[in-house]
T-cell receptor
């Protein structure tokens, strides 16, 4: 039972354009969502998060949008840069930001930024 | 060190052998997590330690898997009688308030 799904295993975007990575979830108890970025041979690093009380959170070139009714979130990167090439994981949890509980991850999307 | 460290970085073992994977969390972090990532899959939760509370073992796939955390710091994940399907990257993370910081992982290959 895949509670968090990233249906695009890969995405290729031209440098300078917008990258949009999508994520869907099924568990209505999830109330905190995170995006992680992973380079080869390294552990995932936290990128940006959003609480279910919001529908948008922005941090520099990165913006996460949450549509609770559709149980869908997306990560927008604009403008895309070659260093953004990595695998991006969507993750969800219950208990809000402070809830020290397990993260449920999607399968990841490999983003490639072409010069 | 400043981050989460894991050892070994790579482990190749024969089917049926036992293996131990080590995680050194960030100093002062009270929560410690183990995940694994199989080929082409997302990260799968295995077990979670929070302070002195009983660990959440709900993600362990079988009784061949166990983990302990000594002195509230270092953790060891043990896999007994390894099987080929145990081959994966095993990731450890630690946290203090919410955000989890991951180590580089141990790549386990069971031949």
């Amino acid at each position: 039972d895949q509670q968090v799904k990233q249906n695009s295993p890969s995405l290729s975007v031209q440098e300078g354009r917008i990258s949009i990575l999508n994520c869907d979830y099924t568990n209505s108890m999830f109330d905190y969502f995170l995006w992680y970025k992973k380079y080869p041979a390294e552990g995932p690093t936290f990128l940006i998060s959003i609480s279910s009380i919001k529908d948008k959170n922005e941090d520099g070139r990165f913006t996460v949008f949450l549509n609770k009714s559709a149980k869908h979130l997306s990560l927008h990167i604009v403008p895309s840069q070659p260093g953004d090439s990595a695998v991006y994981f969507c993750a969800a949890k219950e208990g809000g930001i402070q809830g020290a509980q397990k993260l449920v991850f999607g399968q990841g999307t490999r983003l490639t930024i072409n010069p | 060190g400043a981050g989460v460290s894991q050892s070994p970085s790579n482990k190749v073992t024969e089917k049926g052998k036992d293996v131990e994977l080590r995680c050194d969390p960030i100093s002062g972090h009270t929560a410690l997590y183990w995940y694994r990532q199989s080929l082409g899959q997302g990260l799968e939760f295995l077990i979670y330690f929070q302070g002195n509370s009983a660990p959440d073992k709900s993600g362990l796939p079988s009784d061949r898997f166990s983990a302990e955390r000594t002195g509230g710091s270092v953790s060891t994940l043990t896999i007994q009688r390894t099987q080929q399907e145990d081959s994966a990257v095993y990731l450890c993370a630690s946290s203090l308030h919410g955000e989890q910081f991951f180590g580089p992982g141990t790549r386990l290959t069971v031949l």
